[in-house]
């Protein structure tokens, strides 16, 4: 007990001791922890400060591309399907077919009407000949009756003078007479004769400028037939892959339905960056682009292009600002963003959610 008695002071003095370490331990971390956080704060800031001075980023983008809808252009069933989802295709490759059968009747009828249209065409040339000679034969016909008229018209003369003269006889006198009214009906009938063929010779040559833009007509109709003959092979306009497939073999597709799409493999990021970002930035800029789809990757890119026109106004129906209540809004402006690296390896396709961050090089502005 006494030893217990004596020991007591000694304890509770380590226990001052002991307290009065923990209070100054406890206001030392009341100095350092706060100073270490605004530290932390102040060099978190100046480098967002920094970043936000020569980096401009968004959430706002997506992958883009060409997707390409392949539609018919004639219709019919469907009697091949080459391709199924998701196949690799060639530009120009064949990936399904419309029953051809209407088409090649089509087209034999069409050649079969221009045939006869050819044959009728060779016939008017033949007719035009005849004609031809016929003006000719009408013409040569006039000279011999004007060549007669001329010479009765000269005998009646001097049968007249006879006659007058009391050298001719009236029968003389009068044969005269009648050879000059022959020879007179004789021109006539001869220049209508001309008349007649050169009418013919006219009404042929207007029947074959009507057979030629015939089969002017016809050739225009065989190759538009062979052209729907054609169009019954759907075949691939560009290279890629094979998506959005609602067409099954035996169908019956309709002339511009669309039956599938096809999406080629170059693709570029759309960024719809805020008006205010946009103080700094160019064409040709660097960028750092994160893809969601790969999280520990950074592709490299550059800016290829800005939209001029904001997205609101590029939209189906744009703001009307003058009327009404005005509200202000931050607009957005698309910006194309190209892959300056080989991203063949990467499974990278339209509609994927993207980061880029475009650096802006503010040093090199006037």
Not at 51 to 58: D, E, H, K, L
Not at 75 to 96: F, M, R, S, T
Not at 194 to 215: F, G, N
Not at 301 to 315: E, H, P
């Amino acid at each position: 007990m006494e030893e217990e008695e004596k020991n007591q002071p000694q304890k509770s003095k380590i226990s001052k001791i002991r307290a009065k370490k923990s209070r100054h331990e406890y206001q030392k971390k009341r100095v350092i922890i706060p100073t270490i956080t605004a530290v932390i704060l102040v060099l978190l800031g100046i480098f967002w400060a920094v970043r936000s001075t020569y980096y401009q980023t968004t959430d706002d983008a997506f992958v883009e591309g060409h997707i390409i809808a392949v539609a018919p252009r004639v219709a019919g069933p469907v009697v091949k399907l080459l391709v199924d989802d998701n196949d690799e295709v060639e530009a120009g490759q064949l990936i399904a077919e419309i029953d051809p059968t209407d088409y090649e009747v089509k087209l034999k009828q069409t050649q079969a009407k221009l045939e006869e249209a050819k044959a009728n065409l060779n016939i008017t040339a033949r007719q035009i000949e005849e004609s031809q000679s016929n003006v000719q034969q009408s013409t040569e016909n006039i000279e011999s009756a004007k060549s007669k008229y001329d010479f009765a018209q000269k005998d009646h003369k001097r049968y007249t003078d006879m006659y007058q003269s009391g050298i001719a006889s009236k029968q003389e006198f009068d044969k005269s007479n009648t050879e000059l009214t022959v020879a007179q009906a004789n021109l006539n009938a001869s220049q209508e004769h001309l008349k007649a063929a050169e009418a013919v010779l006219k009404s042929q040559k207007a029947k074959t400028e009507a057979i030629e833009a015939e089969i002017k007509r016809l050739e225009a109709e065989v190759e538009q037939a062979e052209l729907n003959l054609s169009y019954t092979k759907i075949k691939a306009p560009e290279a890629g892959k094979i998506t959005a497939r609602s067409v099954e073999q035996g169908n019956y597709v309709q002339v511009a339905q669309p039956i599938l799409s096809i999406v080629p493999e170059k693709v570029w990021v759309v960024a719809n960056y805020k008006e205010i970002q946009l103080t700094h930035m160019q064409k040709d800029e660097p960028v750092m682009i994160k893809i969601d789809t790969y999280p520990g990757k950074k592709f490299k890119g550059k800016i290829d292009s800005i939209q001029r026109a904001t997205g609101a106004k590029s939209s189906l129906f744009p703001p009307e600002n003058a009327v009404g209540s005005y509200v202000k809004i931050v607009q957005r402006v698309p910006v194309k963003i190209v892959f300056t690296e080989d991203i063949s390896d990467y499974n990278i396709v339209p509609g994927m959610s993207v980061v880029p961050t475009v650096k802006v090089k503010k040093w090199q502005k006037k």
